[in-house]
Nanobody, 119 residues
């Protein structure tokens, strides 16, 4: 059974940083395509970052240059380093196992971790 547990969210002022973590249970992250998506109240889910089994990454334009997705295969942990946060980044963030081929679909996700950025 696949289980994803996110942590690391919190409240931060604009310009600050946070690092989100996602521990995977029941599977090996090195074998899968994974990513992070977010959802703010009243808004649709937005894919934020993705990483494939080889470590190739991609980002939404809204976070490119500010966010970095990475993984520690030995620890089975997915990370999202978020720098230069702004109020538009406020959302619930979820890590997800995804399909690798387009169109990308989110197959499994955790309970989420809240990120709140204040001005």
């Amino acid at each position: 059974q696949v289980q994803l547990v996110e942590s690391g969210g919190g409240s931060v002022q604009a310009g600050g940083s946070l690092r989100l973590s996602c521990v995977g249970y029941g599977y090996t992250i090195s074998n899968y395509c994974m990513g992070w998506f977010r959802q703010a109240p009243g808004k649709e889910r937005e894919g934020v970052a993705a990483i494939d089994s080889r470590g190739s990454t991609s980002y939404a334009d809204s976070v490119k240059g500010r966010f970095t997705i990475s993984k520690d295969n030995a620890k089975n942990i997915l990370y999202l380093q978020m720098n230069s946060l702004n109020t538009e980044d406020t959302a619930m963030y979820y890590c997800t196992v995804t399909t690798c081929a387009a169109p990308v679909r989110w197959l499994y996700w955790g309970q989420g971790t809240q990120v709140t950025v204040s001005s």
